[in-house]
Structure formats: C-alpha cells, structure tokens
C-alpha cells in the first residue's frame, strides 16, 4: 500500500471518530443531564429506525441506499459541530457551511463525488429512499426528546437562554406546551404530515 492512500484512509478515520465524542447541540441546550447523545449515536439510532420502518410498514425503497444516505449525513459536522435551529444561523447558510465541509472531507478519496452525491440527495429529499432518510433522521431526534423528558432529564425551565427566548419556542409554551418533549412534538409535526408516520407520530399524544 502506498503512503498516500494510508494516510487517505486514516486521515478520514480519525476525523470521523471525533463524532463518538461530540455530543448533540441540542441536547447540551436543552441542559439534558447525565450521558448526552453524540452524533455516532445519532446516526446509528436513524438507521435502526429506518431498517424497523421499512420492515413495519413493508415500504417500497431499497433500504441499503436509505442507510447510506443516513451513514453519511452528519459527517460533515467533524468540521462544523452540530448546528441547530437556535444559533440564529438560517437553513441556507447551515446548508452552505455543510456541503463545503463534505466536499473538503470527500474531495480526496477516490469515491469521494459518490459520497458528495448521495450527501446531495439526502438534502435534496427528492427520491423515496433520500425522503426516508430524512424523516429517520428527524424521527430520531423527536423520539429522543421524549425519552429524555420522560426520564425527566431534561425540562423547559433548565434550558439555556437562547431556546427559551425563541419566538417559536415561546409561542409553543404560550400555547400550553409543559415539557421539552411537547415543544418538540408541536414544532415538528408538521414534518409527519401527510406521510406514512402521520399517525404513528401523533399516537405518542395518546395518554
């Protein structure tokens, strides 16, 4: 094996370790207590619940592509952390500030415009397997906050000041929200809507 390839592999490897260690934004924001999410947990959690979907509700994709597209949909956060919806950064700048990351990291590697390409069609959401991956992707996140709300890890009043203020989330809490889990619930239904999770999403309001 020659030097260069060695150091292109592990190069690659070693940045995506750093993604065990860092943990979800969000959930630092929100002051969940204990072990937080890390983004390796993240992504793993989106493909079980993309291979239990797609098992439950006999869905017309090819899986293996769903699971690549989820294998690679955060990487470019090695380079610019995880953003969320509270930094005051719009959706087109965090999508400006991802794809750059992704290309810096997969420009090198000999399939590196492969990986840029099924990155590309993930934030595209255009074909079934990129739109199933995208609602893991969001499915995940929204079944966490539950688990950590109903765990009583996290709650509305030890969030940090910029959740707090915003005017989505205190809209919701106006509204009547009372956990984190709610505020979540109510921000991203709409997401759900009109798709095959529609229901199983709403379910989780029954009592």
């Known amino acids: 094996m020659n030097e260069e390839k060695f150091y292109r592999i592990m190069e690659f490897y070693l940045n995506h370790l750093t993604l065990k260690e860092k943990e979800r934004t969000g959930w630092i924001k929100w002051n969940v207590v204990g072990r937080r999410e890390s983004i390796s947990d993240h992504i793993s959690s989106a493909q079980a619940l993309a291979w239990v979907l797609y098992s439950e509700f006999d869905l017309n994709v090819n899986i293996e592509h769903v699971i690549s597209l989820l294998s690679l949909h955060e990487e470019g956060e090695t380079r610019i952390g995880d953003i969320t919806p509270y930094q005051g950064i719009s959706p087109e700048e965090k999508a400006r500030r991802e794809r750059e990351a ?6 090198n590697l000999k399939q590196g415009d492969y990986f840029i390409r099924l990155f590309d069609e993930f934030e595209a959401r255009q074909t079934p397997e990129a739109k199933l991956a995208y609602l893991c992707d969001k499915l995940d996140c929204d079944l966490q906050s539950k688990v950590y709300s109903d765990d009583e890890r996290c709650s509305i009043a030890n969030a940090t000041y910029d959740i707090v203020s915003n005017k989505q989330v205190q809209k919701i809490i106006e509204e009547g929200a009372k956990t984190v889990w709610e505020i979540f619930y109510q921000s991203d239904k709409h997401i759900y809507e009109g798709t ?5 999403f709403t379910k989780f309001l029954e009592p």
């Open 102 to 107: 992704i290309v810096s990291i997969y420009k």
């Open 196 to 200: 095959f999770l529609e229901e199983f």
